[in-house]
Every structure is written in C-alpha cells, then in structure tokens.
C-alpha cells in the first residue's frame, strides 16, 4: 500500500520559512516524479514544484521561483521542499504526490499517489 506523508506545516510570519517533508512507504520515492502542490481557500490545486525522476528537471512557477526550492534524500525515502521568504498568498494546504511516469505536466491530473496534506499559514 503506498502512503505518502507530509509534515512541516504551521504558522509562519511573512518572510519567514519553513520546510515540508513527504516521506514515502510503499514506493521508492527516487524512481518516482514528485510534485507539491497546493490549495488555498476558493482556489483549485496548483502546482508549486515538481521534479523528475530521470533527470532531476524542475518545473518552478514564477510565483514562487527563487523562493520555494525542492530536495530530494534517498537514503530517508523522502523529498522536501524548502519555503523561505514566505508571503501571506503562501498561505494554502500544501500536498505532495507522486508519480511512476514521466508527467508532461506540473498537473494534479498527471500524478497518481498524494499525501493527506498539511496547512502552512503565513500571518502575522
């Protein structure tokens, strides 16, 4: 059975920072595409990062690039994506997913396996 498992969320000042885990059970996250992705009141899921399997290729959107940065640790089965200079637009249930393929897209719709969640709130 494949789990994945976000940690890391919570309450974060603007211009603070905070890092999400996604540790993986049941599949080898390295062989894998990972995506994080999010949702925030009244807005469909939207992608934050995704990384491939093959070659380490990111997809980092304009809103977040040179802020939000994605790492992977073999070893730990686990990838992670590192939020600094966080805005209160941030703010979002944040969800990590997975993918056997090689998605053509940043999409929820190309990945097969998710996390349950986890709230980053960015207020002061």
């Known amino acids: 059975q494949v789990q994945l498992v976000e940690s890391g969320g919570g309450l974060v000042q603007p211009g603070g920072s905070l890092r999400l885990s996604c540790t993986a059970s049941?599949?080898?996250?390295?062989?894998?595409?990972i995506g994080w992705f999010r949702r925030a009141s009244g807005k469909e899921r939207g992608g934050v990062q995704c990384?491939?399997?093959?070659?380490?290729?990111?997809f980092v959107p304009n809103s977040v690039k040179g802020r939000f940065t994605i790492s992977r640790d073999n070893a730990k089965n686990t990838v992670y994506l590192q939020m600094n200079t966080l805005k209160p637009e941030d703010t979002a249930i944040y969800y990590c997913?997975?993918?056997?393929?090689?998605?053509?897209?940043?999409?929820?719709?190309?990945?097969?396996?998710w996390g349950q969640g986890t709230q980053v709130t960015v207020s002061s």
């Open positions: 049941g599949i080898t996250l390295n062989y894998h595409a």
């Open positions: 990384i491939s399997a093959s070659d380490g290729s990111t």
């Open positions: 997913a997975a993918s056997p393929r090689i998605p053509p897209r940043c999409a929820p719709d190309e990945y097969d396996y």
